[in-house]
């Protein structure tokens, strides 16, 4: 008996968890990272600190897919993920404010909060994009991919605009109410999504019944993952492009805000601005890629390069924009980075979910955990080694023009290694061509 299969109204409610997971995201990664250094004067190494925790706290998405695999249903997983997310948020915004007047205090209670968010992102995000996957039909699967992103960034775009305004005037009491607002219609808005979205615990047709107890233990799981060429190649290659992304994810609002004098709700909005330019770049892969297209428009490979390269691009001029200054079309290549990193982002997605399934049986969880796991070191080491070199380049050229200068400058390399990186990931998400099985398994579940 196979799993129930979603149409396109199922697809777009799965979205809606994305949507809320964007929305508070935004909040913590963006706006508080930005209040922190600028508003409460604090070194920009201590939000990259925090957020490098959440992000370590990630490593155990193999283990929270895993945790999914054996039972068998993602939905509660999903369910917990968004709470502890919003309860994180929530804490961290007043772990904020209270850094203010007890900065200890404050800071403790934040290596918390972040470390909630980390947990809560990675058990939802890991179970649903297993339960899209295992529950799309293959030749839905890809414009799935960029519709549930789409939403994400559809969140973190009217998060941030509405926010801004919400934000001002600026007090940490109103950061504090925005914050939980945010967090709590985010959580009512993702259980709503998913209430009878997923039938019983069932393998889907052709796969072979895997009871729980015949579960091989975690680390012999995890191992036959790594054994599979795709999913290995894959890893790498999330690793690299996730690094380069990230480095710049938690210094573009101090940026912004430092060198070219944005308020608070200013920065934000621009961050939605940034997060707009992604969805358009997504759109348009989806657009150029589609069946409607019939390859006229590039492939999927040819966009992922295309993407980190133009990524690279765009970073070298928000690195000479800081030398310029106020002269320089700050939103407009802020917008033009967004449409960059959605163009790479989406190809990177969709192969991510034709992916998924090829390998042994009963592995998916462990499967998107992996790549969970390696876009969170990317992002964690990323956000840490972007702000540390921010400190670092202040103090070495006791400029912060030209810190930020070499810092974008460094992730527009990465961005350019990931292009190459790129073309090496073989597989049928990515060139069109079958996969060849894992040693020693047969591919499962793909198109």
Same mark, same amino acid.
């Given at each position: 008996m196979s799993a129930r299969r979603l149409g396109w109204f199922g697809i777009l409610r799965l979205g809606l968890v994305q949507t809320a997971l964007g929305a508070?995201?935004?909040?913590?990664? &963006?706006? @508080?990272?930005? $209040?922190? +250094?600028?508003?409460?004067?604090?070194? #920009?190494?201590?939000?990259?600190? /925090? *957020? =490098?925790?959440?992000?370590?706290?990630?490593?155990?998405?193999?283990?929270?897919?895993?945790?999914?695999?054996?039972?068998?249903?993602?939905?509660?997983?999903?369910?917990?993920?968004?709470?502890?997310?919003?309860?994180?948020?929530?804490?961290?915004?007043?772990?904020?404010?209270?850094?203010s007047t007890h900065a200890g205090l404050g800071i403790a209670l934040a290596v918390v909060a972040f470390m909630v968010i980390g947990g809560g992102v990675g058990a939802a995000g890991t179970s649903l994009l297993v339960l899209l996957a295992k529950q799309v039909d293959s030749d839905r699967r890809g414009p799935a991919a960029t519709i549930v992103w789409m939403m994400m960034i559809a969140g973190?775009?009217?998060?941030?605009?509405?926010?801004?305004?919400?934000?001002?005037?600026? &007090?940490? @009491?109103?950061? $504090?109410? +925005?914050?939980?607002?945010?967090?709590? #219609?985010?959580?009512?808005?993702? /259980? *709503? =999504?998913?209430?009878?979205?997923?039938?019983?615990?069932?393998?889907?047709?052709?796969?072979?019944?895997?009871?729980?107890?015949?579960?091989?233990?975690?680390?012999?799981a995890i191992r036959q993952v790594w054994a599979e060429s795709s999913a290995r190649r894959f890893a790498v290659f999330v690793f690299v492009s996730m690094l380069a992304y990230s480095g710049q994810d938690l210094i573009l609002e101090p940026f912004a805000g430092t060198v070219f004098g944005l308020t608070p709700g200013e920065s934000t909005r621009l961050s939605g601005v940034q997060?707009?330019?992604?969805?358009?770049?997504?759109?348009?892969?989806?657009?150029?890629?589609?069946?409607?297209?019939?390859?006229?428009f590039g492939s999927l490979m040819g966009w992922t390069v295309g993407g980190c390269i133009a990524s690279?691009?765009?970073?070298?001029?928000?690195?000479?924009?800081?030398?310029?200054?106020?002269?320089?079309?700050?939103?407009?290549?802020?917008f033009t980075l967004g449409v960059a990193n959605g163009a790479f982002a989406v190809a990177a997605i969709g192969s991510m979910m034709a992916l998924v399934?090829?390998?042994?049986?009963?592995?998916?969880?462990?499967?998107?955990?992996?790549?969970?796991?390696?876009?969170?070191?990317?992002?964690?080491l990323g956000g840490l080694l972007g702000t540390l070199a921010v400190d670092l380049m202040r103090w070495a050229f006791a400029a912060p023009t030209s810190a930020?200068?070499?810092?974008?400058?460094?992730?527009a390399m990465l961005?350019?290694?990931?292009?190459?990186?790129a073309l090496r990931v073989k597989g049928k998400a990515v060139t069109g061509q079958p996969l060849a099985p894992a040693r020693g398994y047969s591919p499962v579940g793909g198109d």
């Open positions: 508070i995201v935004v909040l913590t990664t &963006s706006t @508080l990272n930005r $209040v922190m +250094v600028v508003e409460l004067m604090l070194p #920009a190494t201590l939000p990259g600190i /925090l *957020v =490098a925790l959440h992000y370590a706290v990630q490593v155990l998405r193999p283990r929270l897919g895993y945790g999914s695999d054996v039972g068998g249903r993602r939905t509660p997983w999903i369910i917990g993920g968004m709470l502890a997310l919003a309860l994180g948020a929530v804490t961290a915004a007043a772990a904020t404010a209270l850094m973190f775009v009217v998060t941030a605009t509405i926010a801004g305004h919400l934000l001002e005037p600026f &007090s940490l @009491l109103r950061l $504090v109410a +925005v914050s939980a607002g945010v967090a709590g #219609a985010a959580f009512l808005l993702s /259980l *709503v =999504a998913v209430v009878g979205i997923e039938g019983p615990a069932q393998p889907q047709a052709g796969e072979a019944e895997t009871p729980a107890a015949e579960m091989p233990p975690f680390r012999e997060h707009a330019g992604v969805f358009i770049g997504m759109l348009l892969v989806a657009a150029a890629c589609g069946r409607a297209a019939r390859g006229r690279g691009a765009v970073l070298l001029a928000l690195s000479l924009a800081g030398l310029v200054g106020h002269g320089w079309p700050l939103r407009a290549t802020v399934n090829n390998g042994r049986a009963a592995r998916e969880g462990v499967r998107m955990g992996l790549w969970g796991a390696a876009q969170a070191i990317a992002f964690g930020y200068a070499v810092v974008f400058a460094g992730e961005f350019f290694l990931a292009a190459v990186l």
